[in-house]
């Protein structure tokens, strides 16, 4: 590329971001407009590092299959690197609940019963203090008939299993909806039994959900790529935004 083209890329780049910057301005919010040079990740993460970032935001492209989640784009590699919180906003698809319109009413936080906690809580909290949000806490119980089959002399076991499973969730939750009445937030519990990644996006479909907050493994490696999580497969298929946890 001759040097006068890259000049004239510059300054719509550069052009561009100032608009971007002055908009924020313009509704009271401080902003500011920088341009480097480099590979999009790195030079992400190298900043977000330098300004010392609570939170990375990022537009996603929207796309699906099984190319993209091999090649991965930009915000991909920054989900997977990055150590602080990544909020996804979906760029080709019509977002749900009201946060279209600038609102924030309805927070989904996905529980899965771990050691590690509910990493995304606490973010949820401060953004439903802040707002005036309800959470809406969801477990959702996987089938069981992926784990015993479908004989006949496994049916007896099955139910016991899912009555286990459905204890030990109402316990789990129990304990965080204890927490969230001390903070006097305003929320709601919900159990179901099913696949994961279809019954939340059911989920924030049939509750107008604005935000999903929710945690990742932070798994690297090709195990990640192929199998994926529950996470990252929510990324890719809601028409929420995302606010992504690490631990």
Not at 22 to 48: H, W
Not at 163 to 185: F, T
Not at 225 to 241: D, E
């Amino acid at each position: 590329m001759c040097p006068e083209h890259e000049r004239n890329l510059d300054r719509i780049w550069r052009e561009h971001l100032d608009d971007l910057a002055g908009r924020f301005k313009a509704k009271g919010l401080p902003a500011r407009a920088v341009f480097t040079y480099g590979n999009p990740v790195e030079e992400i993460l190298r900043y977000a590092h330098e300004i010392g970032a609570n939170l990375i935001a990022m537009s996603t492209h929207g796309r699906s299959g099984f190319v993209e989640w091999t090649v991965g784009g930009v915000a991909e590699k920054v989900l997977i690197r990055a150590r602080v919180p990544l909020l996804l906003i979906p760029g080709k698809r019509e977002l749900a609940g009201t946060v279209k319109s600038g609102k924030l009413e309805r927070i989904l936080v996905p529980l899965a019963i771990s050691e590690s906690g509910p990493n995304a809580l606490p973010w949820a909290k401060e953004l439903a203090r802040r707002t005036g949000a309800k959470l809406f806490l969801f477990h959702v119980i996987p089938s069981t008939h992926k784990v015993v089959g479908v004989l006949d002399h496994a049916v007896d076991f099955e139910r016991q299993l899912v009555a286990a499973l459905r204890r030990r969730a109402d316990e789990y939750m129990a304990g965080i909806a204890a927490d969230l009445k001390k903070d006097k937030i305003d929320f709601q519990s919900d159990l179901a039994t099913g696949v994961p990644l279809d019954a939340m996006l059911d989920y924030v479909k049939d509750h107008s959900i604005d935000l999903i907050a929710m945690s990742t493994h932070g798994r690297t490696g090709a195990s990640r790529v192929i199998l994926g999580s529950v996470t990252h497969q929510i990324v890719h298929s809601s028409a929420a935004p995302v606010l992504v946890v690490r631990p």
